[in-house]
């Protein structure tokens, strides 16, 4: 339901890059990481130094497949948003998924430090936690 109201808004303004990042967000849940990259694409295209699309754009094109790319993106996201917990969480998260243990943890922790109620920032440092230890029993770290 959410796709369709945001579609409409789109029609009404479709220079407005929130509306796509809402749809690519929306499109993010359902996993369909063609779709919004798309729409990612557009609204990074018309605010190109907006560190929570330029988030949005490296998530989907790593959770696509595309590690490097998407590592990229989050880092410029980064640069340009220093403190967003979002991103940060991100970056974390795509480390972990690499088994980069250091630099999820690195980016986990600054994500508590900045805020320490987030339950996402904490989650992902727990996880960092609970996977190394699972690859260090398993004697792979």
Same mark, same amino acid.
């Given at each position: 339901?959410?796709?369709? &109201?945001?579609? !409409?808004?789109?029609?009404?303004?479709?220079?407005?890059?929130?509306? &796509?990042?809402?749809?690519?967000?929306?499109?993010?849940?359902?996993?369909?990481?063609?779709?919004?990259?798309?729409?990612?694409?557009?609204?990074?295209? !018309?605010?190109?130094?907006?560190?929570?699309?330029?988030?949005?754009?490296?998530?989907?094109? &790593?959770?696509?497949?595309?590690?490097?790319?998407?590592?990229?993106?989050? &880092?410029?996201? !980064?640069?340009?948003?220093?403190?967003?917990?979002?991103?940060?969480?991100?970056?974390?998260?795509?480390?972990?998924?690499?088994?980069?243990?250091? !630099?999820?943890?690195?980016?986990?922790?600054?994500?508590?430090?900045?805020?320490?109620?987030?339950?996402?920032?904490?989650?992902?440092?727990?996880?960092?936690?609970?996977?190394?230890?699972?690859?260090?029993?398993?004697?792979?770290?």
């Amino acid at each position: 339901m959410a796709e369709n &109201h945001i579609k !409409k808004a789109i029609e009404c303004r479709p220079d407005n890059p929130g509306y &796509h990042y809402l749809l690519g967000f929306t499109y993010s849940i359902e996993r369909k990481w063609g779709k919004a990259i798309g729409e990612f694409e557009v609204a990074v295209n !018309k605010e190109p130094n907006n560190g929570e699309y330029l988030r949005g754009l490296g998530w989907a094109i &790593h959770s696509a497949g595309e590690k490097g790319k998407g590592l990229a993106y989050l &880092h410029r996201a !980064k640069d340009l948003a220093p403190t967003n917990v979002n991103i940060l969480t991100n970056l974390a998260a795509a480390y972990l998924s690499d088994l980069q243990f250091r !630099k999820a943890r690195e980016y986990a922790e600054a994500a508590v430090r900045i805020d320490p109620d987030s339950s996402v920032a904490r989650e992902v440092l727990h996880n960092v936690d609970r996977f190394q230890g699972d690859v260090g029993r398993l004697g792979g770290a």
